[in-house]
């Protein structure tokens, strides 16, 4: 029913001659690394002036925002920078390990305690949580800067003569292409599908960014930045993929606890499943309207391990 | 999108016949190659199996050396079948049991005391079923009393739902081999001592016959596994039939299974993550420090798919039409671009690899801050990639060479090729 309905609309549309990677360089993936930096940058200034938790929550929370919608990009210099920008997930559970040996060992690693003499000096804790801020922002101008200053014009050059990595204008769309549906599958397989576990064995512990109760938000996040990289690519509407992420937007405003904490009473489950289905839908809708329009099939995802 | 697919179709009619021919030959040398490489797996297990029994029937140090010698040519024809893992259901399905990874390996038997205790990621981090004949799961009173193939395999694998509590396979006959790597990032691996396997009180560790018992089990169920898969790629075997009974769809088989180990397996999962995390633990086999074979031998599996030629641990040879011809007879310049790709792989693996058995180890490459270590890893990580791309040029074009093609998911749903 679904694919008779993406099929129809396919016939309708009008299908682009040759999708636009510079648009989403310029539209999207460049000025959201941009606003990641300044909210990251935006943090530390707030964690020097005082560390403790409830003023650095809001910072968080907007430099959390400006993640998502490039945080799924694991490509080139965002392969590595993303791990260690938003390491998730964790299945043998690093962060709480390192973080809890830092705090045991008060390992000066957390840097010159004077620093933050007015607020902090009795409280490694608070310190860490500075010294980590102070991190991100650094970590945040250098993935930017590896894309405006290199890996943008790598992607901007593909078929040129010289560029090595892309050696036509299709092999970079596959490229970014793969990042968008890639990013689909991980929000719906990792960010929904950890905590859901199994029916019998729900695993609300798992969900992303619990603690903050930002979980649900990230998949909404995740989801819009798809459909917006697709558009963008497309350089017209897709109606058949925004009408997707409306499906998304409804799901997810059906359930009540943002971070999942009650998936295992089963009509919150439900509720859950629902979204992951609207995720996936996404999915399939912007390989439908974008990708097989151009012809182009994903290529090899840097999640493609187990 | 029906017209442009019949369009392309009867275009390449003519040339289809031939190359429907010479895809099936390719087939054939994939499923021939993974029949040798599991025989192999199996004899050289067997081999495993014999040299435990030794150890366990009267052990010593000497023994012992020779069960580890045993499991570390075990490993050498067993890596090389990774490269059938994905994309064959199959194999992926069943991959869990033999070689899981990484490992809480508390689960298993004593650690040190900084391993730490349970985590938020896995209550039983710390079980020691060794030391342990009765646990509560979720409840639930177990009885391990006896040690048995049926209990590692059917109540402690993958226990509480957990992929690290891996109780059966290689990594865990490893570490009841070899021990922790107390080392840390400087020189050494695990160092248990042969008087963990001792009788009486010579025993160190506690529980050296529920050690013994633990190990003949999992080493049992390793050859018992090996021999399943070894029949499911004999003439009329399931997984044989998977990849032949459609061409298009086994072609794409062996190029997924070539571009995800390359890619998010190894480049990724087993190299760049752990050159992140900077944690000695995070390497393929860390127990024996052999990390740098495991991703040596990977890489030549992913070669030895593409060339169609397998040495077997016999020294005989398996070979036969390749992939590499297929795309010589559509790209003679992107078989030859795949193949470069693949010598420079096996370049950077190789330096990984001497620079370990020169005493560089692969825990020490990853220590924090070391330049030569990182540069070592990351080559064999940006080689990896860029086979990877050669892989996907050889995955468009095929597609466009019209190889013959019947009932593939990827007509109906082009995102479905690499799924």
Redesign the interface.
């Known amino acids: 029913m679904r694919l008779t309905f993406i099929?129809a609309a396919?016939m309708l549309a009008t299908v682009p001659a040759r999708a636009d990677v510079g648009a989403l360089l310029d539209r999207h993936i460049l000025p959201g690394l941009a606003a990641f930096a300044d909210a990251t940058g935006a943090l530390a200034d707030d964690a020097a002036a005082d560390c403790r938790a409830p003023a650095l929550r809001p910072g968080l929370d907007a430099a959390f925002d400006a993640w998502l919608p490039v945080g799924d990009l694991r490509i080139e210099p965002s392969?590595?920078g993303a791990?260690?920008i938003a390491?998730w997930p964790?299945?043998?559970?690093?962060t709480?390990?390192t973080l809890a040996r830092l705090v045991a060992e008060e390992d000066p690693v957390a840097g010159d305690p004077t620093a933050f003499a007015e607020y902090a000096t009795d409280n490694y804790t608070c310190r860490l949580a500075a010294t980590i801020a102070a991190d991100l922002r650094r970590q945040a101008a250098a993935l930017a800067t590896a894309w405006t200053d290199g890996f943008a014009a790598t992607l901007r050059s593909a078929g040129a003569p010289g560029n090595a990595?892309y050696?036509s204008g299709?092999?970079a769309l596959?490229a970014v292409y793969t990042q968008v549906?890639g990013g689909l599958e991980f929000t719906a397989d990792q960010r929904l599908g950890r905590p859901m576990?199994?029916f019998d064995?729900p695993?609300p512990?798992?969900a992303e960014a619990r603690r903050s109760g930002r979980s649900l938000r990230h998949v909404i996040l995740a989801a819009q930045a798809g459909h917006d990289m697709a558009l963008a690519l497309a350089g017209h509407d897709l109606p058949v993929t925004t009408a997707a992420m409306g499906r998304v937007r409804d799901a997810a405003g059906r359930i009540s606890d943002p971070a999942f904490a009650d998936i295992a009473d089963p009509a919150a489950r439900l509720r859950v499943e629902v979204l992951q289905q609207a995720v996936d839908g996404l999915?399939?809708a912007i390989?439908a309207e974008l990708?097989?329009p151009m012809g182009?099939?994903?290529?090899?995802?840097?999640?493609?391990?187990? | 999108m029906i017209r442009t697919i019949l369009t392309t179709t009867a275009l390449a009619a003519g040339l289809a016949a031939a190359q429907a021919q010479t895809a099936a030959e390719v087939l054939d040398t994939y499923a021939d190659i993974a029949a040798a490489k599991y025989e192999d797996s199996l004899v050289a297990a067997r081999a495993l199996q014999v040299a435990v029994e030794t150890l366990t029937a009267d052990p010593s140090a000497q023994k012992l050396a020779a069960a580890r010698t045993a499991w570390l040519q075990a490993r050498v024809p067993y890596q090389q079948t990774e490269v059938y893992r994905f994309g064959n259901p199959i194999v992926d399905d069943w991959e869990g049991k033999v070689n899981a990874w990484p490992l809480d390996e508390g689960l298993i038997d004593y650690v040190d005391g900084a391993y730490g205790g349970p985590t938020d990621a896995n209550q039983l981090a710390a079980l020691n079923v060794i030391a342990n004949p009765t646990f509560t799961l979720s409840g639930t009173e177990i009885d391990a009393t006896d040690i048995t193939p049926a209990l590692l395999e059917d109540t402690l694998h993958e226990v509480d739902g957990i992929e690290a509590n891996v109780a059966t396979g290689y990594h865990a006959i490893e570490f009841l081999l070899w021990g922790q790597d107390l080392n840390g990032h400087g020189a050494g691996s695990g160092d248990r001592p042969w008087t963990d396997y001792a009788t009486g009180d010579a025993c160190t560790g506690g529980n050296c016959d529920r050690r013994a018992d633990y190990l003949t089990a999992a080493t049992d169920l390793l050859v018992s596994d090996l021999e399943w898969m070894a029949a499911q790629w004999t003439e009329g075997g399931a997984a044989r039939a998977a990849v032949t009974d459609d061409e298009r769809a086994g072609l794409t088989t062996i190029l997924t299974g070539m571009g995800s180990l390359s890619y998010g397996e190894t480049a990724g999962e087993r190299m760049r993550l752990g050159l992140m995390l900077n944690d000695p633990e995070e390497e393929h086999s860390c127990f024996a420090d052999n990390t740098h074979n495991d991703h040596y031998y990977d890489g030549l599996g992913i070669r030895n798919v593409y060339h169609g030629e397998y040495v077997r641990i016999d020294g005989s040879h398996v070979s036969g039409p390749s992939l590499s011809d297929l795309v010589a007879a559509t790209d003679p310049a992107l078989d030859a671009d795949m193949r470069i790709r693949l010598l420079e792989t096996m370049g950077a693996l190789g330096q990984i690899k001497t620079a370990a058995e020169a005493g560089f180890h692969y825990d020490m490459m990853l220590a924090r801050g070391d330049d030569g270590g990182e540069a070592l890893i990351m080559g064999g990580v940006d080689a990896l990639i860029a086979q990877t791309r050669s892989i996907e040029r050889i995955v468009a074009a095929l597609d466009l060479g019209g190889i013959a093609i019947e009932g593939s998911d990827s007509l109906d749903n082009p995102s479905a090729v690499f799924q």
């Open positions: 099929a396919l392969e590595t791990l260690s390491f964790d299945p043998r559970g690093f709480q390990r990595t050696l299709d092999e596959r549906l576990g199994t064995r695993r512990a798992l999915h399939t390989a990708g097989t182009i099939a994903p290529g090899f995802n840097a999640q493609d391990g187990d």
